[in-house]
């Protein structure tokens, strides 16, 4: 099976890499394909509101001519999907959020007769760390990625959340665990 993991954080060492480079490593280790885009070095503008996606129905449409083309047609063409992204500010970081703007190519006719996904029916799961607790700091993400997987049509995993992060290297030992987890609902096995 083919993963396509989506990195919105600027730290490629950071706690949120090292996490998803955990499910990576899990998803390999049973047999899976894995590609990994870091938002952070693809050149790609925000959602331009021009609503040339909507004419194609069974591709994702986007006439901006950038790198977040190739993400698209490489998440329609995975099994599964994994964004993750450092706590910001009570939300992904920028370059996630301006990416899921952009997704809304993905989704077809939404609130029309015939509303569709290109990525429906896919398992998707958020990956998120953050330095605080969870109340009255990453509480709001869940709602926000339960809601975004509905329009989407994705068979959701919950968001996994790892609160009180410092460093990569003081993750707790659970989380480890926890990613290889992660990669069994998303992939099977």
Known sequence: MNLVTIFGGPRKKGNTATVLGWVEEAARAN?????RFNLNELEFRGCQA???CAGSMDAPGCVLPD?????FDAMVAADAIVYASPLYMWGVAGPLKAFLDRSTCLVKDFMG??????VGGKPA???????????H???LIGPQFTRFASYAKYEPIAPWIIPG?????ALPEDVRQGAA?????????
């Open 67 to 71: 790198d977040a083309r190739a993400v």
């Open 165 to 169: 992060c410092s460093e990569p290297d």
């Open 181 to 189: 987890d992660l990669a069994a609902k998303l992939l099977g096995g």
């Open 50 to 52: 021009c609503f040339a």
């Open 125 to 135: 799961a958020l990956v998120m760390t953050c330095m605080g607790p969870l109340e």
């Open 137 to 139: 700091n990453a509480d």
């Open 113 to 118: 007769p015939n509303y569709k996904s290109l």
């Open 31 to 35: 047999g899976h394909d894995v590609v």
